[in-house]
């Protein structure tokens, strides 16, 4: 079911991610409860909004095919929705610090977890390349991307910082002065073999990828959360924690209303929010 189809919609818990499907135009965005909303030409395969969960949802990731995803919950666990599939995960493993992203291999053979400590899981035929857990961190890892050939990935740390492992360039980082936001996401540039980066307060900041676009000057009413690159075009979406999206040389196919009743400087990403739609 599509967003556009629900009578009515009610959020509890904040938008945590955006993933793009590789071959359709549309993407789906992920709550930290575990709801999932379908847009533009993509399915709606099923979420754990009604279910149990032990700990928040915290990424999503589109399969290869383009017709299913993965949810990564905070303590490692995964679950595969439509033709995604599940290949493992660290739920009930103890884990030194929280898992915060996911990414899936772009043969359709795995995926790779990352936690806050700059840990690593790779699960399926997707090699571990490397990892930052044990080394210092000015900053703990926000988020993982993969190379678009699959035999690499790049993590990224909220003072800006980017660590390449396996065969996938460095295309530079962040100095901690250079923006005024937290780092929040990065997302691979599939066609340059380069990235972007994204800031809490909607900056986008593109290493050896092209610079479309961000939120930096404009108007966002909740924190950015995530960005997703692998369109139909050379582009990227973030969203906010609010489910609203921002296309930059990407189709818009729809967002989250807002409902928030809350100034945007007094909104944090941990805020709970309630979002209502009504159709007359």
Known sequence: MHISDMPRVIIDKPVVGIATSPDRDGYWLASADGGVFAFGD??????????????????????TGGDG???????????????????????????NQPIV??????????????AADGGVFAFGEVSYSGAMAGLHLNAPIVD??????????W?????????????VN??????????????VGITADNASGGYWLVSADGGV??????FSGSMASGTVYSPIVDISAGGLRQGYRLVAADGAVFSFNESFRGSLPVNVGKRADCLSSTDYLIVKTETA
């Open 101 to 114: 992203a996911i990414a899936a291999s772009p043969h359709d053979d795995g995926y790779w977890l990352a």
């Open 42 to 63: 993509v399915n709606y395969h099923g979420s754990l909004g009604a279910a149990q969960i032990q700990q928040p949802i915290v990424a999503i990731a589109a399969s």
């Open 69 to 95: 995803y993965l949810l990564a919950a905070a303590d490692g666990g995964v679950f595969a929705f439509g033709d995604a599939h599940c290949h493992g995960s660290v739920g009930g493993t103890r884990l």
């Open 144 to 153: 993982i991307a993969v190379g678009p050939e699959g035999n690499g990935y």
């Open 170 to 183: 460095y295309s530079g980082s962040l100095d901690v002065a250079a923006f005024n936001a937290p780092i």
């Open 205 to 210: 900041f593109a290493f050896d990828a092209p």
């Open 155 to 167: 993590l990224a740390s909220a003072d800006g910082g980017v660590f390449a492992f396996g065969e």
